[in-house]
């Protein structure tokens, strides 16, 4: 077996395992070193097409798919030249990203059409399958605190629970797929790993496991019904794994009540079944409100990354208002409506035709297991991101972009010549180790000081160190987001301050740095904006409302105390038409009114 051939496993193996297992979750991006694992792999993978052999005329042209995601980052760099969006960060990371893509995805498109595509999604798919199986484990500590201790979320170590729920789907059609391939699993070892892994998914409580077996169901019976041999075993196999993993929506509450009875615990576990009629009517006014934002900028978009903003500013509408939740929705929970209002219908037709054209091979080439397993994966993504946003996480959107290089099949016609593949294959690596080594870095020296500390002199100089990184694109809305956190609303350094704010909340606005910006724009004399800032915090985060009363209550000036009226009509809505009991605490001047007619009273 040739060297690179091995290596080539080895990497993709890495990938597929390592990325989602690391269990560091520091600020300001808790997913950060996930992230960066597979970027490097990623580019480990770009790099290993340089060392593959070829002669002089012969080509290695890009596929489409490397194409699409080529495309999409000059589309970013487009927007980047044209709209007036604040932070470098916002730019160069999905541009950077989609390179990370590009670079592997058409090297292991060269690597396939060197070695074929077998080998090397054999050890993909153990590598999903070992760090699915590994996540499952460090589950059942989980769940087991659940049963005792009461409501937690069930994550393994990917640390949300419905990107757990898809990670494990992987690693379960990854069974299907090896189990179905000659001298790769035993049916016994796969029986058992697909019991696990069912349950598993019913622990995790998410939901998005049921559309994944609904989607597996007919796919399964189909190959099952007119594959050929090899094929028939993977359809079949895809068939029983989608009814066992429905099936494990109701066996786990059994379980459940066994662990109770020994543990001597009532505390439940909710299985995604369980939680089908909980409340989702938050995810389809963030649907709404990023069709609104499209509508308004249909050609380009808002900008990367700022949908936050744009969602922000319309939940003070009572129709979107009425639907509460006290958090910042940074992404709209649907990848399609979020690319369309972010990135425009131009940039968003690109990635929609470059998938479309992948599940087109799908029915072209639908007698092909490769293809199939890869189309079982690529679903679970695609799922997924009509009802959150996965692929914005490169230890997710890395594997996906290979998932559909497996899927594909053909190359655009350019004429590129082998040698000038490894040419850029070895220019964008050799950058890409440079990021992964700057990015590690800046992340290592970022995170112990993003909030504030109680030694004044540390603070000091954590606020030094912040301010040096504000000019770095790489780390400039991160900093500055560190930065914000020292903030504390006052009439001293404003144009500082403010400067800081303004930026933030154009960006992502959290309701202190909201809060502030309002304080101090009342004191600037911008009285209007003050309102505008203090009415979009109190209606999008009802949750902090004695923090609003708390700040404004600080200052004497009438320009900031005339903030309270706007907290006040929020506050009144919520208790009008929700099943909130928000109190007004007593004020300042309340205080100091009941003291004095109770002291003439005496």
């Not at 937690?152 to 494990?168: A, E, P, V």
């Not at 009517?281 to 509508?295: G, Q």
């Not at 016609?413 to 690596?429: C, D, E, H, P, Q």
Request: charged content about 15%; hydrophobic content about 50%.
């Amino acid at each position: 077996m040739p060297f690179q051939l091995r290596l080539y496993q080895g990497l993709l193996f890495l990938l597929a395992a390592v990325p989602c297992g690391i269990p560091f979750r520091w600020d300001p991006n808790p997913v950060f070193p996930s992230e960066l694992a597979a970027f490097f792999f990623c580019i480990l993978i770009t790099l290993t097409g340089v060392l593959v052999p070829s002669d002089t005329r012969e080509k290695a042209n890009p596929p489409w798919l490397a194409l699409m995601w080529l495309g999409f980052a000059l589309m970013i760099g487009v927007q980047a030249l044209i709209l007036p969006h604040g932070y470098g960060t916002e730019r160069l990371y999905p541009i950077i990203y989609s390179l990370g893509a590009a670079g592997a995805a058409w090297s292991l498109s060269r690597a396939i059409s060197v070695y074929g595509a077998p080998q090397l999604l054999n050890m993909f798919a153990w590598g999903l399958l070992a760090g699915a199986i590994f996540n499952s484990g460090l589950a059942v500590p989980q769940i087991m605190q659940l049963i005792q201790d009461g409501p937690r979320l069930i994550f393994g170590n990917i640390g949300q629970k419905n990107m757990y729920g898809h990670y494990l789907a992987w690693g379960l059609a990854s069974a299907v797929y090896l189990v179905s391939q000659k001298d790769e699993m035993a049916k016994w070892v796969f029986w058992i790993v697909a019991a696990w892994l069912s349950l598993s998914l019913a622990y995790c409580g998410s939901r998005s496991p049921l559309l994944y077996a609904l989607a597996w169901l007919p796919m399964g019976l189909l190959l099952w019904w007119r594959g050929a041999e090899t094929l028939r075993d993977f359809g079949r196999a895809l068939s029983i794994t989608a009814l066992l993993m429905i099936a494990m929506q109701f066996i786990a509450p059994l379980i459940t009540d066994i662990l109770q009875s020994l543990l001597k615990a009532q505390n439940e576990v909710p299985t995604g079944l369980a939680r089908l009629d909980s409340n989702g009517s938050r995810r389809l006014v963030e649907w709404e409100k990023a069709w609104l934002t499209f509508l308004q900028h249909p050609l380009l978009g808002t900008g990367w990354g700022s949908y936050a903003a744009h969602s922000n500013a319309l939940q003070t509408r009572p129709e979107f208002a009425i639907v509460s939740e006290s958090v910042l929705f940074t992404h709209a929970h649907n990848s399609v409506l979020n690319l369309l209002a972010e990135t425009g219908a131009i940039a968003t037709g690109i990635i929609l035709a470059g998938i479309s054209y992948a599940y087109s091979n799908v029915l072209r080439a639908w007698r092909n297991p490769v293809v199939m397993y890869a189309a079982a994966l690529a679903t679970v993504s695609v799922l997924h991101s009509l009802v959150e946003y996965p692929l914005w996480y490169f230890h997710f959107l890395g594997p996906f972009a290979l998932i559909l290089i497996f899927m594909q099949s053909g190359t655009a016609k350019l004429g590129f010549a082998a040698t000038w593949a490894r040419m850029s294959w070895a220019l964008w690596g050799g950058m890409g180790l440079a990021l992964c080594v700057l990015g590690g870095q800046i992340y290592l020296n970022i995170y112990p000081i993003m909030d504030p500390a109680q030694d004044e002199s540390l603070n000091a100089d954590r606020i030094a160190r912040l301010e040096a990184m504000r000019s770095n694109p790489l780390i400039d809305y991160y900093a500055e987001h560190g930065l914000s956190n020292y903030i504390v609303a006052s009439k001293s350094e404003m144009p500082w301050k403010l400067a800081i704010l303004r930026a933030q909340n154009a960006v992502r606005p959290y309701p202190g740095q909201m809060t502030d910006q309002a304080v101090m724009e009342a004191l600037s004399g911008n009285q209007a904006l003050a309102h505008e800032l203090i009415r979009r915090a109190a209606f999008a985060y009802p949750e902090s409302f004695d923090y609003f009363y708390q700040t404004i209550d600080g200052f004497s000036e009438p320009a900031v105390r005339a903030l309270l009226k706007d907290v006040d009509e929020a506050r009144d809505f919520f208790n009008a038409k929700l099943d909130f009991k928000i109190k007004r605490p007593l004020l300042r001047d309340e205080l100091t009114a009941s003291a004095v007619q109770a002291s003439a009273a005496q």
